[in-house]
């Protein structure tokens, strides 16, 4: 799925989301940008609705990664959810070995991935959420 979106509402993004999920594969990996506010929560959510690992989500903007259990095609399989925000520097990304958790047999949704340059390369995916009024946001997928 690609293309621009208008989006009125929190379970019309989630819905534009799991579209989009429905059509990832692993080892993909997935920039999710856009201000704060700008439903990147609300997508994620979608995301891990596809997966059945919606329980288990929570922002790791304070622990960096999250790692959830899900399925697909009813096979085990893990979605790997970053948040990138409160890092400053290329330096803290490779300390924390970031690049290695980006490869292997799940999914990766990053978010605020577009802070750092040296990882252009590695997105397969990008989606990125603008707001556009008090409860519509603007969702572009490239």
């Given amino acids: 799925m690609r293309g621009e979106f208008l989006s009125k509402s929190a379970d019309e993004t989630r819905e534009y989301a799991r579209r989009f999920a429905s059509g990832l594969r692993p080892g993909d990996v997935v920039c999710l940008t856009g ?6 929560t609300e997508f ?7 997966f059945g690992c919606e329980e288990q989500l929570s922002s790791p903007t304070f622990s960096l990664m999250n790692i959830y259990e899900g399925s697909l095609r009813g ?18 990304l490779d ?6 958790y980006l490869s292997g047999p799940f999914l990766s949704v990053v978010e ?22 008090e409860s519509q946001r603007k969702i572009v997928i490239t």
């Fill in 95 to 100: 300390s924390a070995g970031f690049d290695d």
């Fill in 44 to 50: 994620m959510r979608g995301i891990t609705e596809v």
């Fill in 112 to 133: 605020w991935g577009e802070r750092f340059a040296s990882l252009e390369r590695r997105y397969t995916r990008r989606v990125q959420l603008d707001i556009a009024g």
């Fill in 75 to 92: 096979r085990p399989f893990e979605l790997h959810h970053f948040d990138l925000y409160r890092l400053e520097s290329e330096k803290e």
């Fill in 35 to 40: 201000q704060l506010g700008a439903g990147k």
